[in-house]
């Protein structure tokens, strides 16, 4: 008995920690594929890569496309669609971490969290994310680990700790003084702003994340308050992209969204209390806003069972359905939007939850979904390499029952993952 439940473990484990085919040349045959640019649904094409996982070719499964002997996975009553991008995850936190729970959650357990939730991501369909802000520089341990095949997830930028004022959204004011602790993020000033991105740079990261405003889950703040002034973002948006690396700004008041986008700021994160002045600034600067109107039904209906300070809750109560009018709003006045949900604020792998919610406030689906794949790989500087199924990218392919089109929660439960030509998950071939 006991051996035959080491057997099964044992297959548990190869099922869930490796990906299910090794990169090798190889093609997908899908019944039917979204065109993400054109929103049109394409029959019975296939998808070509090669040994390292990138598309060599997309056309008609009729057309002899496919090199002789490359191995085909066969998905004829299935809807093939680029692996989905979120821009605004936590890998390395979970819900539970919340509050004065999280301060006994050290460093190293944070990045083994982290190789749980790199895993559910992944498996729920989201092959690239841009994780902004980590407990020191876990994410990056991650995204390493990833890309070294030691532990499956989805492509990684990674931003190590967020940047923010002493006290502010991005610092730790759970303890008392005679603790002497802060953040390892937090640089106040413009010049040691800037250190602090040529520090998290040194160290590892691939985006710079900072705090604008204050925030919902932090202490003593409020979410509309102004932290970072525009001189000391002015300096972070200017060193950073100096540095070749772009800059997401957690903004949820009216004056430090502005102040972000004058400061030439990539990405406003939440956006939640923006004004016509605001949006207007976003249109002008082509900067992208990140609108993420899933998690505030989690907020409220688990926060304070998770642990979530109840000032948090309150503030949830205040911001959360303004900024889902502020995201229509700005939606129809024609800003440029990027799919990102703050996972480990509600549990990582819901991710794709948030689609229902974008289509419920003003988006149609493929609106929707290109904000998860060409918008998003846009944002991130990876329009060349995903969020598209075409030659030269990533062969990073999900595909769900159905037509997402007509029902975008088919998203929600993603029943084939490949990433680099690699499958990850297939429950299409259980049948
Ligand atoms: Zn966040």
């Not at 080491?6 to 979204?34: D, E, M, N, W, Y």
């Not at 680029?82 to 821009?87: K, R």
């Not at 991501?121 to 802000?133: D, E, K, M, P, Y």
């Not at 759970?174 to 602790?181: K, N, S, T």
């Amino acid at each position: 008995m006991r051996r035959l439940l080491l057997a099964v473990l044992a297959f548990a484990i190869v099922i869930v920690l490796s990906p299910l085919t090794q990169a090798a040349p190889g093609a997908v045959h899908c019944g039917k594929l979204l065109g993400v640019r054109s929103g049109k649904l394409l029959t019975d094409q296939v998808i070509v890569f090669d040994a390292s996982g990138v598309i060599t070719a997309v056309g008609p499964a009729s057309s002899p496309l496919a090199p002789g002997g490359a191995t085909i996975v066969d998905l004829p009553s299935a809807t093939c669609l680029p692996g989905l991008i979120d821009v605004h995850t936590h890998l390395t936190g979970d819900p539970s971490h919340s509050g004065y729970q999280g301060l006994g959650i050290s460093v190293p357990r944070q990045a083994i969290t982290g190789a749980k939730n790199a895993r559910l991501t992944l498996q729920a369909g989201f092959t690239t994310v841009r994780n902004v802000g980590a407990g020191d520089y876990t994410d990056v341990a991650l995204r390493d680990g990833i890309n070294a095949g030691e532990i499956p997830g989805p492509h990684m930028l990674v931003s190590g700790p967020p940047l923010g004022i002493t006290g502010g959204h991005c610092d730790e004011n759970l303890l008392p003084f005679e603790f002497h602790y802060k953040s390892s993020g937090v640089a106040d000033g413009p010049w040691e702003a800037r250190a602090k991105v040529r520090e998290t740079i040194k160290y590892g990261a691939d985006v710079i994340k900072i705090c604008a405003s204050g925030g919902v889950l932090s202490k003593g703040d409020q979410p509309g308050t102004p932290q970072y002034t525009l001189e000391e973002m002015t300096a972070i948006a200017e060193e950073a992209h100096k540095l070749g690396r772009r800059v997401a700004a957690h903004a949820h008041g009216t004056q430090s969204i502005k102040d972000a986008i004058r400061a030439g700021i990539d990405s406003i994160e939440h956006s939640s209390l923006i004004d016509d002045e605001g949006i207007a600034l976003a249109k002008q600067h082509g900067t992208y806003l990140v609108f993420d109107i899933y998690n505030d039904d989690y907020i409220l209906s688990e926060g304070a069972k998770v642990g979530m300070l109840p000032e948090s809750i309150e503030k949830e109560k205040k911001v959360g359905r303004l900024q889902r009018e502020n995201f229509r709003h700005a939606w129809q006045s024609g800003t440029k939007m990027a799919y990102g949900t703050d996972s480990g604020v509600y549990p990582h792998g819901d991710n794709a939850k948030q689609f229902a919610k974008m289509i419920e406030w003003g988006m149609k689906p493929i609106d929707a979904i290109q904000a998860a794949t060409i918008r998003a790989a846009d944002l991130i500087g990876w329009a060349d390499k995903v969020g598209a199924l075409e030659t030269g990218h990533e062969a990073d392919i999900i595909a769900v029952s159905g037509d997402p089109m007509q029902d975008v929660r088919r998203l929600e439960s993603v029943k084939f993952v490949m990433k680099d030509g690699a499958v990850y998950r297939n429950e299409f071939s259980a049948k």
